[in-house]
């Protein structure tokens, strides 16, 4: 349980760097940020394998670079859902999308597949 928080709140600090560091996103307030961060994991857990699986052939021609478009598009739809959670357009989307997934696998590789088992506790 106390992965999946610390996944949450670190998909929550990408989601912020991302309104911060890209022109296009914007988040209202901390309850939409915590909000957004939550239907993100959600999203990426239901529908993203679906697209994934949908566009595997434009995956293998792009050698994986499609996937960003894939994360970009799951970053939209977030948006589209929760009032208070704007993007401007696609190139804000894969901006925050590419920012969101570094700042995921940094925090994952941090606290490990069973929690904090990098930091020591």
């Not at 929690?115 to 506790?121: C, D």
């Given at each position: 349980m106390t992965?999946?928080?610390?996944?949450?709140?670190?998909?929550?600090?990408?989601?912020w760097l991302a309104s911060t560091w890209v022109d296009g996103i914007s988040i209202k307030d901390a309850p939409t940020l915590l909000l957004?961060?939550?239907?993100?994991?959600?999203?990426?857990?239901?529908?993203?394998?679906?697209?994934?699986?949908?566009?595997?052939?434009?995956?293998?021609?792009?050698?994986?670079l499609f996937l960003l478009v894939v994360n970009a598009a799951m970053l939209l739809l977030v948006a589209k859902i929760i009032p208070g959670f704007d993007i401007d357009g696609f190139w804000p989307a894969l901006w925050g999308a590419v920012i969101v997934s570094i700042t995921g696998w940094v925090g994952s590789w941090l606290i490990g597949p069973k929690?904090?088992?990098?930091?020591?506790?």
């Open positions: 992965g999946f928080i610390l996944r949450a709140v670190i998909a929550a600090f990408g989601l957004a961060a939550a239907l993100l994991g959600v999203v990426n857990a239901f529908v993203r394998p679906i697209a994934v699986v949908l566009t595997f052939p434009i995956m293998l021609v792009t050698l994986g929690g904090l088992e990098r930091l020591g506790r």
